[in-house]
Nanobody, 124 residues
Framework: QVQLVESGGGLVQSGGSLRLSCAAS????????MDWYRQAPGKERELVAT???????NYVDSVKGRFTISRDNAKNSVSLQMNSLRPEDTGVYYC??????????????????WGQGTQVTVSS
């Protein structure tokens, strides 16, 4: 089954930068939208940024002008460049994708996997 593997989280001071990466592996026919979500302690998971296969992007208002989402369709990967980080950006960041997987019999299966999550901590 298709898996999403994230990397790049860590601890950074307020105003610093981090870059998150996520790579999909498995029998993939096509990946449509790819997204980054985050979940802060005690809060619900929220959509941070999304990018279509054609490169159209959308961001939650709180990160506009600071975060940039990008993707490499040839590598089935998505990244999130996070600049001017704030303590309120702290949380577990999850990669998510809307894709078509190739089943064992050659059939196409719609699948929306999640990555395992990577911790981002911004200190004040």
């Amino acid at each position: 089954q298709v898996q999403l593997v994230e990397s790049g989280g860590g601890l950074v001071q307020s105003g610093g930068s981090l870059r998150l990466s996520c790579a999909a592996s498995g029998r993939i026919l096509r990946i449509d939208d790819m997204d980054w979500y985050r979940q802060a302690p005690g809060k619900e998971r929220e959509l941070v940024a999304t990018i279509s296969r054609g490169g159209t992007t959308n961001y939650v208002d709180s990160v506009k002008g600071r975060f940039t989402i990008s993707r490499d369709n040839a590598k089935n990967s998505v990244s999130l460049q996070m600049n001017s980080l704030r303590p309120e950006d702290t949380g577990v960041y999850y990669c998510h994708a809307n894709l078509l997987e190739i089943g064992s019999g050659g059939e196409y299966i719609a699948y929306k996997p999640w990555g395992q999550g990577t911790q981002v901590t911004v200190s004040s």
